[in-house]
């Protein structure tokens, strides 16, 4: 997804390899609806990340867009309050939103030397893109260490800018 284009409910993103699946749901009995990632080929759905846990929408209105500096905003659209956001502080040229095949939600610059891309596989990265899928496999791990104020709102998300 790039930052001219939005995420509505109803709408999904899945991993190249069909694993992972972005969008919203609600879950059980809950009159509220989510934005999270699940396993998309597990028959009950299975829910492994949830970025407005804390608030929830009652409504099909909600939008998740991509600003031009690369920050994930997810609106609640009957009012236009922003109720989760990535809080990026980098600004970027071309950002782009990818679910990738183990579950990572990655924000990253596009440009025309990008080795990633839809399409492309683990096995098939080099340079800083390596590293990148590398560190964002412990990302729990690492945002422990580096962010001391790490809190449940941004639980599971965090920057990291490699050159």
């Known amino acids: 997804m790039s930052s001219t284009q939005n995420l509505k409910d109803g709408d999904t993103i899945v991993s190249f390899g069909g694993i992972f699946e972005l969008g919203f749901f609600k879950p059980g ?6 934005l999270g990632i699940w396993y998309k080929t597990v028959s009950v759905q299975t829910v492994v990340w949830v970025a407005n846990r804390e608030v929830g ?23 236009g309050v ?46 800083w893109a390596a590293v990148a ?6 990302e729990n791990l690492i945002s422990a260490l580096l962010q001391p104020a790490f809190n449940a709102q941004h639980f599971s998300s965090f920057q990291c800018y490699l050159t």
């Open 57 to 79: 929408v009652n409504d099909t209105t909600s939008v998740l867009k991509l600003t031009s500096s690369g920050t994930l905003n997810l609106y609640n659209n009957t009012n």
């Open 82 to 127: 922003i109720i989760w956001s990535s809080d990026s502080k980098r600004l970027g040229v071309n950002p782009v939103l990818q679910l990738f095949d183990n579950g990572n939600l990655v924000v990253w610059e596009k440009n025309d030397n990008d080795p990633i891309g839809p399409g492309s596989l683990a096995s098939t990265y080099h340079g």
């Open 29 to 34: 009995e809950s009159k509220n609806r989510y």
């Open 133 to 138: 899928v590398a560190v964002l496999v412990v």
